[in-house]
């Protein structure tokens, strides 16, 4: 199987016309996105916290994290995003992918954007 990559820009939510795009890797192995610190601070997003993550190796690391909008595919989703190294490629998480409604087809390794966005069912009250 090949690699993934999508074109989406990252937005500073309180200053949107602070942004950054480049190509990202599709990685549905994690949860959140990941963008190296560098490039966030030149749009001004600053850590906002931690949180513990589970790596490939099955390691665990605590990484700083900030909350961005992320646009790709002509959507544009809030996210939380893992602020990496400065060498660090940028990664596309499965989060935003679900947020707007688009998924990898496994077949063809390409995006493909869903007639809908999943919503579990609601009980009447």
């Known amino acids: 199987m090949g690699a993934t990559y999508v074109t989406a820009t990252v937005r500073n939510p309180a200053e ?3 942004s ?19 490039c966030l601070e030149a749009i001004g997003l600053q ?13 665990e690391m ?5 909350v961005g909008q992320i646009e790709l595919m002509g959507e544009i989703v809030g996210a939380t995003i893992v602020i990496g190294d400065a060498d660090a490629e940028p990664l596309l998480g499965l989060t935003a992918l679900q947020s707007v409604g688009i998924e990898v087809d496994p077949r063809i390794q390409q995006l493909k954007r869903l007639p809908s966005v999943r919503l579990k069912h609601l009980a009447a009250a």
């Open 47 to 59: 850590p906002k916290g931690q949180r513990t993550y589970d790596l490939a190796d099955g390691s």
């Open 62 to 66: 605590s990484m700083d994290i900030t």
């Open 20 to 38: 950054w795009q480049r190509l990202f890797l599709v990685y549905t192995g994690a949860t959140d996105s990941l963008v190296p610190r560098t």
């Open 16 to 18: 949107p016309h602070r």
